[in-house]
Antibody
Framework: QVQLQESGPGLVKPSETLSLTCTVS????????WSWIRQPPGKGLEWIGY???????NCNPSLKSRVTLSVDTSKNQFSLKLSSVTAADTAVYYC??????????????WGQGTTVIVSS | QSVLTQPPSASGTPGQRVTISCSGS????????VNWYQQLPGTAPKLLIY???QRPSGVPDRFSGSKSGTSASLAISGLQSEDEADYYC???????????FGGGTKLTVL
């Protein structure tokens, strides 16, 4: 079965760029849409953006100017970069798959999440 | 800005039936299907209900979903202590062109 694993630094300094990678195992990254979601401490879920295996993307307008999404099909990975981070970007970051290859569909597979703290 | 509104909390005793509501608008629930996620303490969200009322394999039939117009509901019957978790509704939003999550409902089993 497909599994997702987020990886990246757990601590990022203010104004720097947060970089995370999601590795897909047990299945192919091809033919699916993939999303990033975050959850600040004690708060709810916020959708960050999605990427298709072909490279097409869309992001939450609230973050769009700071977000870069990319995919590496040869490594079965996709990545998130969030620039100019502040303490408000401190959160657990999740990657997830859209069910059935449709962007409108549910997120049926989630990574375990990785905690990113923004602090000097 | 699009919003999916859920009650912040809900509660029930073992064996009871509880429902959690999710109110949206024509750009999300009114035109797209609703999904529900269960998040147990300290864990990643798990898909509970998809396409308004479908259960993924392995989800007990105690969990059910429904939708009418721009609102949706999650019902949990035969409440069990292990159901104590945060529940989130979500739907594609045409204005956002992305996934919109509700604020989440913390379910307490008394």
């Amino acid at each position: 079965q497909v599994q997702l694993q987020e990886s990246g630094p757990g601590l990022v300094k203010p104004s720097e760029t947060l970089s995370l990678t999601c590795t897909v195992s047990g299945g192919s990254i091809s033919s699916y849409f993939w999303s990033w979601i975050r959850q600040p401490p004690g708060k709810g879920l916020e959708w960050i953006g999605y990427i298709y295996y072909s490279g097409s993307t869309n992001c939450n307008p609230s973050l769009k100017s700071r977000v870069t999404l990319s995919v590496d099909t040869s490594k079965n990975q996709f990545s998130l970069k969030l620039s100019s981070v502040t303490a408000a970007d401190t959160a657990v970051y999740y990657c997830a798959r859209h069910y059935g290859g449709y962007i409108y569909s549910a997120l049926d597979v989630w990574g375990q999440g990785t905690t990113v703290i923004v602090s000097s | 800005q699009s919003v999916l509104t859920q009650p912040p909390s809900a509660s029930g005793t073992p064996g009871q039936r509880v429902t959690i509501s999710c109110s949206g608008s024509s750009s999300n629930i009114g035109s797209n299907t609703v999904n529900w996620y269960q998040q147990l303490p300290g864990t990643a969200p798990k898909l509970l209900i998809y396409s308004d009322n479908q259960r993924p394999s392995g989800v007990p039939d105690r969990f059910s979903g429904s939708k009418s117009g721009t609102s949706a509901s999650l019902a949990i019957s035969g409440l069990q202590s292990e159901d104590e978790a945060d529940y989130y509704c979500a739907a594609w939003d045409d204005s956002l062109n992305g996934v919109l999550f509700g604020g989440g409902t913390k379910l307490t089993v008394l």
